[in-house]
């Protein structure tokens, strides 16, 4: 059955990202190739990845790590997405990768709101939907009082997030 998942700021070949978000890896390719291994342990062939933004950092490397990852991948361009979207523009179909310029993007039929960036508000908010952001930074992290989600893949292991997984979260009452 194919499944939705929705991750973000993977950062696939930048060194400085590492540093940055005081990843626990000795060397890019050692980042790179946990995130692939991670991905691979819950995304299936035919299922739908959305990446929040930052995807790759580099054409070489979005190429290489979108042949080995599962599902198809749509990226929302993010401030250090050229790269994925050079990629996307030649070999795009042929590699299950798309690339969108939608900042946010509202799916009525799962009541989410997927962004990059942290919004104040969004479609249909006060009914109940849950804004998901992609950004990595700690005061951004999920709250069920803000009604938001942050699946920066840092913050899930390196691994995409079962959309399903994430209504769940909000249908437990013992987290709200």
Same mark, same amino acid.
């Given at each position: ?17 590492? /540093? ?37 950092? #580099? ?30 523009? $030649? ?28 919004? /104040? ?26 009604? $938001? ?15 399903? #997984? ?11």
């Amino acid at each position: 059955m194919k499944k939705m998942f929705i991750t973000s700021n993977q950062q696939f070949g930048r060194h400085n990202a590492i /540093q940055e978000f005081q990843r626990d890896f000795i060397s890019v390719e050692s980042m790179d190739e946990y995130m692939i291994e991670q991905w691979n342990s819950v995304v299936q062939p035919d299922d739908m990845v959305y990446v929040a933004g930052n995807f790759a950092w #580099d054409p070489e490397t979005a190429e290489e790590v979108v042949k080995r990852l599962n599902g198809n991948i749509v990226v929302m361009a993010g401030v250090w997405d050229h790269a994925t979207r050079e990629i996307a523009d $030649r070999y795009g179909e042929e590699l299950g990768l798309a690339v969108t310029n939608e900042g946010v993007k509202y799916l009525k039929s799962l009541n989410i709101c997927v962004s990059y960036w942290p919004l /104040q508000d969004w479609p249909n908010k006060d009914n109940g939907a849950i804004s998901i952001v992609g950004i990595h930074k700690d005061e951004f992290k999920t709250s069920h009082r803000d009604c $938001r989600i942050n699946v920066s893949a840092d913050y899930w292991d390196f691994k995409p997030v079962n959309v399903v #997984d994430i209504i769940n979260l909000f249908k437990d009452p013992d987290l709200k």
